[in-house]
Structures are given as C-alpha cells and as structure tokens.
C-alpha cells in the first residue's frame, strides 16, 4: 500500500505545477528590488541575498496569493514585512562581508 500511495504521488506533478508556491518568496523578490543596497548588486549577489534572507523565514505555502491577504490580518501582514526586511537586511550585510571568487 505504501508503494502505490508513492506511485501516484510521483504523478501528481511539482508544487508549482500543482500552483503550491512559497509565499515567502515573493515578498523577498520585492523587497530586493526595493532595497537600496540589493538593488545594486550583481545578479550573482541579488540570488545569494535571497537564498540567505529565505533561509532565515518560515515557508508559508499557498495557492493563490489572495489566499494570504485574506486569511491575515493587517497586523499580521505587518509582521511578515518586518520580518522580510529584517531578513533582507542581515542577508545583504552578510553577502558584503563575504568575499567574491572570481
């Protein structure tokens, strides 16, 4: 029984195939595009400050963003934010001091 349960979950496709996605994700992607010091960065260093600051924050699947505004609060959603920058922050300061290969 276990074999077959794992045989149709192998064709069920990916999560993102599937329209699962981290919300998380988003809200990093933005808040790099926003921040003064990431913005800057080389591609290489943008993806590094990703990686950090994601690592740093809980994943919060959805399917639907919409999902998220709907079932958070104001407060909640403030929290997330500051939760991101704080992330984002830490990150870039942590890709600075880190030195490049060429």
Avoid: K, W
């Avoid at 639907?64 to 500051?82: K, R």
Wanted: proline fraction near 4%; charged fraction near 20%.
């Amino acid at each position: 029984m276990h074999g077959q349960h794992a045989a149709s979950c192998s064709t069920q496709g990916s999560p993102q195939s599937m329209g699962v996605h981290n919300y998380m994700e988003q809200l990093v992607f933005d808040g790099i595009r926003l921040h003064a010091t990431a913005s800057g960065m080389d591609g290489d260093s943008r993806e590094d400050v990703a990686c950090i600051a994601l690592n740093q924050l809980a994943p919060r699947y959805i399917r639907h963003d919409v999902d998220m505004a709907f079932y958070m609060t104001p407060a909640e959603q403030e929290l997330l934010e500051e939760r991101v920058a704080l992330a984002l922050d830490d990150a870039v300061a942590r890709v600075h001091s880190m030195p490049r290969r060429s």
